[in-house]
């Protein structure tokens, strides 16, 4: 079995770096080898654009989509795109660290996305959702947050975990992954945001690495998240029914 982290924080020696390498050594034991992706330390281009394609479909008006497909179908995508395709290809398992800026993923991952998940190849109009490119290979989000658990839920300061993960899964769920439920470590602070005492703290960082362990150990046995597929909509993709899921397109 293969696995494959995508470690994304500019800090390798950070704590989501730590939980990067921990999660490296606890799926090692479980007989997987495992690669790390460190998008940061490998300087991965994250903004798509005309420079990263050689043999242009058009030169009047860059377009991603158009761009992405030519290069797919004449073997000329971007090395760092086909190395990272090679990564997602090998991998049964795939798992991204992350912090939660601004609600939402560091923008090196929104990029990653953007560029590596590539339009005409790995995804078209009909290879999507449960019929989509990675269709049996399963993924979790890892992320860590500042916030304590008591100020994330609706309505709460912190808004609704599950709003700032579903984009993202989604978008990985667009792709035909399987989707299991994110890991969370709350409250990891510093740098003049603090809930507690820095004891306290330490404490709660250990526990969460004993968490994530937790988690990885029982990943066979861990239920997906049940996201809306091709039987649920008609030919516009309007649901046929009314939803029983949570933030569904």
């Not at 090998?90 to 953007?114: C, E, R, Y």
């Not at 003049?192 to 250990?206: I, S, V």
Request: charged share 20%; net charge neutral; with cysteine.
């Amino acid at each position: 079995m293969n696995a494959l982290i995508i470690l994304c924080h500019p800090e390798r020696n950070s704590f989501n770096g730590a939980l990067a390498d921990l999660a490296k050594i606890t799926l090692e034991k479980q007989g997987y080898s495992v690669e790390i992706a460190d998008l940061y330390g490998e300087g991965f281009a994250a903004c798509e654009g005309p420079a990263h394609y050689t043999d242009r479909e058009s030169t009047k008006a860059f377009s991603a989509l158009g761009e992405q497909r030519h290069a797919y179908n004449n073997g000329s995508l971007p090395e760092d795109v086909k190395r990272h395709i090679a990564l997602l290809e090998k991998a049964d398992f795939v798992m991204f660290q992350f912090p939660i800026w601004w609600h939402s993923t560091p923008a090196i991952l929104k990029g990653w996305i953007d560029r590596v998940f590539v339009s005409g190849g790995l995804y078209t109009s009909s290879k999507r959702y449960d019929r989509g490119h990675f269709k049996g290979k399963k993924t979790m989000c890892s992320a860590t947050i500042g916030a304590p658990d008591v100020a994330l839920g609706p309505g709460c300061r912190g808004g609704e975990i599950d709003q700032l993960f579903w984009p993202t899964q989604y978008s990985l769920h667009y792709m035909g992954f399987t989707i299991l439920p994110p890991f969370l470590a709350t409250s990891v602070q510093g740098h003049g945001y603090a809930t507690d005492d820095e004891a306290t703290n330490k404490l709660r960082l250990e526990q969460h690495k004993s968490n994530l362990v937790e988690r990885l150990m029982s990943l066979n046995d861990t239920s997906p998240i049940t996201y809306p597929t091709w039987k649920d909509w008609d030919a516009l993709g309007a649901k046929l029914k009314p939803s029983k899921y949570p933030y569904s397109a």
